[in-house]
Nanobody
């Protein structure tokens, strides 16, 4: 069984920064890509960023480009999301997810393409 555990959320003022972590574990953990999604109250879960384990290719939602950075540490099976220049509209529960097998770049932007999910970490940005 694969487990994803997020950490690093919290309360921050607008313009501030946070770093989220997602540690993956399991007897035979391996995945093609990892993604970060977020869900604000009353809204659907939306794509934030993703990264491929091999090669490190990344992609971002337009709303976070230039402010958020996704990275990985293959040795630690950990993915990070650096959140800079935070805005109140970034307030949400942030989830990491793992995709086991090869798929298209387009599919990696869809929550339904991922096989495993973490429990989420809450980010609150005050104005």
């Amino acid at each position: 069984q694969v487990q994803l555990v997020e950490s690093g959320g919290g309360l921050v003022q607008a313009g501030g920064s946070l770093r989220l972590s997602c540690a993956a574990s399991g007897r035979t953990f391996s995945s093609y890509a990892m993604g970060w999604f977020r869900q604000a109250p009353g809204k659907e879960r939306e794509f934030v960023a993703r990264i491929r384990w091999s090669g490190g290719a990344t992609d971002y939602a337009d709303s976070v480009k230039g402010r958020f950075t996704i990275s990985r540490d293959n040795a630690l099976n950990t993915v990070y999301l650096q959140l800079n220049s935070l805005k109140p509209e970034d307030t949400a529960v942030y989830y990491c997810a793992a995709r086991r097998t090869l798929t298209t770049a387009q599919a990696l932007g869809l929550a339904g393409s991922y096989d495993y999910w973490g429990q989420g970490t809450r980010v609150t940005v005050s104005s």
